[in-house]
């Protein structure tokens, strides 16, 4: 290619695979002197900006009125007309406020998730080095173009995505983009052209860091077309899942409409044409049906629910950004989780240590120096093993880093692998100060990408010098002639340290070699001082461990019928071995980024069920697999940290970012942030998900019975052509009281027997099973004819007046609530105990604020001119409390009957009883 580059031609180029002087060329550029004035300017008419495209969103107003865009909002909006109507004005100022605060939630919470795109932008280089016309320069990121000879600096962002040209000691930080922990090293020659993204060593992507080093790249791609905006424009791109919970209010709201809209016009219809009623008075009581049955506290106390949750979350390190999500935790089938850091500690450890007659095995975990050494699953002293203890004063001496004591906390200060090295040599009994002590260091050569080892020349104040040299171990083989054996140096077997070098990374464990070198007396050290006479000492295999926590969580979710599967930027070997640590399923089988690329949609969706590991992964990987997951009809949870994760976790059911170490981006683009990048409180934020879940099915078993029984008094009342036991008015008191009291207590109720010892709850039901509609047709009709029959023969007395027949109505209407309220705590458990009487506070705070206000309604005498009520005798509550208690005993009884009933079916089937007891029933239990 010759003359100006074409934008389509420089975005079809597999850089990474192409040499340095073959980059130059084709994008017409100079090693030395960069382009020239006059080709910046044509190339950024071609190009563009470096910069990221703001996607067109919705304004701010369009994205408000979207949240009153649904059934249940207008049900609401009608009720709250009908109040206003009927002159309950404080009913309709409540009912108005909720669709309000709905409304405000819902524009809140989206308005943070579209910062997502943003919050990648503030990842951007905002200047970058360059060379132009031969110069020097400072420029804007923004103004780069592809062709520019860019410097990079440690502690500078990449500005644009390069071709390496230059490097001295140049490492990156890329987890954003990869999700792999470590820095890594970078080197101008061409790698191959499947390689992964993590594997792509010739190449500094935009948003990405230099740790350590210097080096120059020549700009390849900007903007939207480099690594990151390729994955923002994913991001724009992904379609946000609706939450469970929010997918079957969608379906109940339009059943409900239609079920409610129903009744009104039969009852309407009845009234006039049946009973020869004027049409005023019907209309009212049709409108004030439709009132009685839409659950209009129900939107409240379920962000009451949610909102609690959220907070007892928050102190088990789990913050929720998004209130539905604390629902949608109570459904997860699968949680995709990130290894580093996340299922593992994020510190490395040695666990081999290869001399060349025996490989021994290092006990403990993290940075705290305890544990010790075993050979053959036997242990031994390690100060009997010379060539082992050499290795670990070796590793000890040529060390940069250093280990440190806390706030009782054991931390490392400098690179990881070091630390390592220092706390494996302190399990042996070495001490840092006296071994350095002893061997001072008189000089050294530092770790460099392009040599791949790190050199330090000791002596022991007696006159003896020691080279020790620790890096690659397939460099340090080249580089050594001989090995340590039995206390002696002999031929180097090279053939056996290539196989012990495939044992050992086979175990999933990265592998670093050690040797030495005896010299005479000198005070520096020089490349070729390491050319020969090297001696092998061994190698240090080492692991970043699972989390103890994590694996107890890992058991925890597979008897809760949830998958775990781990999908990582590392390598297959190391995600295999510290698969099999945590116990994951399938663990020995890994699927790697270049195995999904070869699947076809059909394909990955079978493959995906049946592994547990995906190694080597990109975003577009994830994304895919999320995808074929939920084609599956699983509820994904997923764990990430980077941008280039963000995608996946906006896609996901439940999106999890990562708080210490996370980027911004996938925060945004998630519903959950885990304060301690800790897997363990995944586990125990389902568990709370779960509890809420529970709650709010008794929430929803306790209110929409109650609200049907409002219904069919009205209702049985009209269509058999008898008085009104209860006016509208008084249903609209009914329903506003218990809504503000008695409704939302639940939320604080207790996790269930067994919580996690069943399975995830169904998506595929609607939010009412047939145990749903039964138990709101069993409740209604025992309260319709509970307060019918109280009314009826009160009215058949003759001694006293309507009203005070239908203030009993009212009554016994109300306590019949509280009395279910308390059968409502436990799904199948019976509430005749200490417990299910007393053991929510918040469910006698609500019966006596409800009782009340009850009192208010009966002998206030403002209430007795405005709702129409009387002044009760003893005989009078006696009796409506009698219909309350009939209710209690009734559904008591129905309890006692599917106990039975479930626990017949579990003896059947082999199940614990007690399991099948906690759980709440679905819709095909009755």
Same mark, same amino acid.
């Given at each position: ?285 049709? &409108?004030? *049906?439709? @009132? $009685? !049955?839409?659950?209009? #506290? =129900? ?10 949750? %959220? ?107 070091? &630390?390592? *090295?220092? @706390? $494996? !040599?302190?399990?042996? #009994? =070495? ?10 260091? %008189? ?117 809760? #019928? ?105 925060r945004e683009a998630s519903e959950m942030v885990l304060a301690d990048d800790n897997f363990a409180s995944i586990e125990r934020a389902v568990e709370e998900g779960r509890k809420v879940y529970d709650n709010l099915r008794k ?198 009957v599917r106990r039975k009933k479930s626990a017949h079916g579990a003896a059947s089937a082999g199940r614990p009883e007690q399991q099948q007891q906690s759980h709440p029933p679905t819709g095909s239990e009755k």
């Open positions: 290619m010759s003359g100006a580059p074409r934008r389509q031609d420089v975005n079809n180029h597999r850089w990474h695979a192409e040499s340095a002087d073959k980059a130059l060329e084709v994008l017409d550029s100079d090693r030395d002197s960069g382009l020239g004035g006059d080709q910046v300017e044509q190339r950024r008419s071609e190009f563009g900006s470096n910069e990221l495209k703001v996607r067109q969103q919705r304004s701010a107003l369009q994205r408000l009125l979207s949240h009153f865009n649904n059934l249940f909002i207008y049900l609401l909006l009608i009720a709250f007309a009908v109040t206003a109507l009927l002159g309950e004005w404080v009913d309709s100022a409540v009912i108005f406020a909720v669709v309000l605060i709905n409304g405000a939630i819902g524009f809140i919470q989206e308005g943070r998730a579209e910062r997502a795109l943003e919050s990648v932008q503030g990842m951007l280089s905002r200047e970058a080095t360059v060379w132009r016309d031969g110069r020097r320069q400072q420029v804007p990121a923004q103004e780069l173009v592809p062709g520019d000879i860019v410097q990079i600096n440690a502690g500078e962002r990449i500005p644009a995505d390069l071709r390496l040209l230059r490097v001295k000691n140049l490492e990156v930080q890329e987890s954003a983009l990869t999700g792999e922990s470590n820095a890594v090293a970078k080197q101008r020659d061409a790698v191959e052209e499947d390689a992964e993204l993590g594997d792509r060593t010739s190449m500094a992507y935009s948003g990405t860091l230099a740790t350590a080093g210097q080096g120059a790249g020549v700009v390849v791609a900007i903007g939207d077309d480099s690594e990151i905006g390729r994955i923002s424009g994913m991001l724009a791109e992904v379609e946000t899942i609706k939450t469970p919970l929010m997918q079957r209010f969608d379906a109940f709201t339009r059943v409900l409409s239609v079920v409610i809209l129903g009744l009104a016009l039969i009852t309407f219809a009845v009234g006039i044409l049946v009973w020869s009623k004027d049409w005023h008075s019907m209309f009212l009581v049709a &409108v004030s *049906l439709a @009132v $009685a !049955a839409i659950p209009q #506290g =129900l939107p409240a106390v379920m962000t009451v629910i949610l909102a609690i949750g %959220v907070e007892r979350m928050a102190r088990r390190n789990a913050i929720i950004r998004r209130l539905p999500a604390v629902e949608t935790l109570g459904s997860v089938t699968t949680i995709c989780a990130d290894k580093t850091g996340t299922l593992t500690r994020n510190e490395m450890t040695v666990k081999t240590l290869r001399t060349a007659k025996e490989d021994i095995g290092v006990e403990g975990v993290g940075y705290e120096p305890e544990g010790g050494f075993q050979r053959d699953d036997e242990s031994i002293r390690i100060g009997e093993h010379g060539a082992a203890l050499e290795m670990l004063r070796a590793g000890l001496l040529c060390n940069d880093s250093e280990l440190e004591h806390k706030e009782e906390e054991w931390q490392g200060a400098g690179d990881p692998t070091e &630390v390592a *090295l220092i @706390v $494996a !040599a302190c399990k042996a #009994g =070495l001490d840092h100060d006296e071994e350095h002590g002893n061997w001072p260091r %008189v000089d050294s050569i530092p770790f460099a990408s392009e040599n791949r080892y790190m050199a330090t020349l000791n002596h022991d104040h007696q006159g003896n010098h020691v080279i020790y040299v620790k890096g690659a171990p397939e460099k340090l083989l080249e580089m050594c002639g001989s090995e340590l054996r039995d206390g002696e140096e002999t031929s180097l077997d090279r053939d056996a340290w290539e196989e012990r070098f495939e044992e050992i990374a086979g175990r999933g464990q990265r592998l670093l070699a050690i040797a030495r070198k005896e010299v005479s007396e000198q005070t520096e050290i020089n490349e070729e001082d390491l050319e020969g006479g090297l001696v092998l000492l061994g190698l240090f295999g080492m692991i970043d461990p699972p989390r103890e926590e994590a694996i107890d969580s890992v058991a925890i979710c597979r008897d809760a #019928g949830i998958g775990v599967k781990m999908i990582t930027g590392d390598h297959a070997a190391t995600a295999t071995a510290v698969a099999r640590k945590l116990g994951l399923d399938n663990a020995g089988k890994a699927l790697r980024g270049r195995d999904i690329e070869k699947f076809d949609d059909e394909e990955l969706k079978n493959r995906v069920m049946e592994t547990s590991v995906f190694a080597r992964t990109s975003p577009e990987h994830k994304l895919r697999l999320v995808k074929a997951l939920q084609a599956q009809s699983e509820i994904i949870a997923m764990t990430g940290d980077g941008v280039n994760d963000a995608p996946a976790l906006k896609r996901a059911n439940l999106g999890i970012a990562m708080g210490q170490k996370g980027t911004e981006a996938a929430t929803i078993l306790f209110v929409l019975p109650t609200n049907a029984a409002e219904s069919l008094v009205l209702l049985a009342a009209v269509l058999s052509g008898m008085m009104l036991p209860v006016t509208p008015v008084q249903i609209l008191w009914v329903n506003m009281i218990t809504a503000v009291t008695l409704g939302v207590s639940l939320a604080w109720e207790k996790a269930e027997v067994g919580l996690m010892q069943r399975g995830p709850h169904s998506t595929e039901e609607g939010l009412l099973g047939r145990f749903d509609l039964w138990r709101i047709a069993y409740v209604g009709t025992a309260l319709l004819l509970g307060v019918g029959f109280l009314f009826a023969q009160e009215q058949s007395r003759g001694e006293t007046s309507l009203e005070y027949a239908r203030t009993m109505a009212v009554n016994a209407l109300v306590l019949g609530q509280i009395f279910y309220l308390l059968n409502s705590r436990f799904f199948s458990r019976s509430a005749i105990s200490w417990e299910g009487l007393t053991g929510n506070r918040m469910v006698l705070f609500a019966i006596a604020g409800c009782v009340g206000l009850q009192l208010v309604f009966t002998y206030a005498p403002f209430m007795n001119q405005l709702l129409e009520s009387r002044p009760l005798d003893a005989e009078a509550w006696l009796r409506s409390v009698a219909v309350g208690l009939g209710i209690f005993v009734l559904v008591e009884i129905e309890k006692f």
